[in-house]
């Protein structure tokens, strides 16, 4: 899919207020830090469209950004910071769980994980959680510019072996670097390709 425009929409903490219409809507997800904002601006081809920080749990909004005015990209809070305190990580855990649980748009979660690191338990908690309510997700390994190929096949592995421990079906797995670009194109297409589905029914 060739990207033509990439626009800031909205940002709110109540899916009520997201945007109107149908347009299909693809949320990203994952603890802070785990790249998810340079993986949009990625993407995207723009260098500040969402906000990178070093700053754990600065964006706690729910962020719409128009894709070539056909779907969107929606930059959901990143989870699982140490440093937030326990009532406002509630109200926005809130806020997120019924976003994922209510929105119709809502057509995929990609769930980014840090390609370097052991399968940790708030990751696979948070997957087990959508295959639980049938939210439909993929996974995104992030970051893969930073280990070797053999690295990066056995941290996969462990993540496959600890879903299958709950799950007999895995869900689809991507792997990206937003450093050398890798991965954004199949990614792209397999939205692309979900979107023309939507829209030949
Ligand atoms: P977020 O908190 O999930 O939005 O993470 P950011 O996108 O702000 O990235 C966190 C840190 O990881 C930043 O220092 C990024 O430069 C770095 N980073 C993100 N993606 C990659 C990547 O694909 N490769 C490398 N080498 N660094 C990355």
Not at 143 to 149: G, R, T
Request: with cysteine.
């Amino acid at each position: 899919m060739k990207i033509k425009s990439a626009v800031f929409a909205v940002s709110n903490t109540d899916h009520a207020k997201c945007p109107s219409g149908d347009l299909p809507e693809y949320a990203f997800i994952g603890r802070s830090n785990v790249g998810k904002s340079s993986l949009i601006n990625m993407l995207t081809s723009q260098k500040n469209l969402a906000k990178t920080s070093g700053k754990p749990g600065k964006t706690q909004l729910i962020n719409h950004f128009l894709i070539n005015e056909e779907w969107y990209i929606v930059d959901l809070p990143g989870y699982g910071y140490a440093k937030v305190a326990k009532s406002q990580r509630e109200k926005f855990e809130k806020f997120i769980s019924e976003y994922l649980l209510k929105r119709q748009q809502l057509i995929n979660v990609f769930v980014l994980i840090d390609s370097r690191l052991e399968p940790q338990q708030i990751d696979v908690e948070f997957m087990n959680w959508c295959g639980g309510k049938e939210i439909p997700f993929s996974i995104v390994f992030t970051k893969i510019d930073k280990l070797s190929s053999s690295a990066l096949q056995k941290n996969m592995a462990k993540y496959k072996k600890e879903l299958q421990k709950f799950w007999t079906e895995l869900p689809p797995i991507f792997t990206t670097s937003s450093e050398s670009g890798f991965g954004g194109e199949k990614l792209l297409n397999y939205i692309e390709q979900i979107n023309n589905s939507i829209t030949s029914k």
